[in-house]
């Protein structure tokens, strides 16, 4: 599933892993797993699409929509 900003905005941007008090005070973002929260992250680009898998059982982080600067352009 996609995240856009509204995501990150108030009590979406909580920390998942139980016990943690981080939370979305910030409007910072780490990117780590629940499943294992200290192992490494895989990133792949596909199309538009960013997505974050944890390097151990790779289940999936998060997805994340890249805007093209083609419509920048003059």
Avoid at 16 to 43: K, N, Q, R
Avoid at 48 to 68: H, N, Q, W
Wanted: glycine share 10%; net charge neutral; with cysteine.
């Amino acid at each position: 599933m996609p995240l856009y900003r509204e995501d990150f905005e108030g009590d979406g941007s909580k920390c998942a892993v139980p016990g943690c008090t981080h939370g979305g005070d910030t409007c910072e973002m780490y990117l780590h797993s629940v499943c294992h929260p200290c192992a490494p992250t895989w990133a792949r680009v596909r199309g538009d699409v960013l997505t974050i898998e944890c390097a151990i059982c790779r289940r999936k982080i998060g997805a994340f929509v890249l805007a093209s600067r083609a419509h920048d352009r003059p």
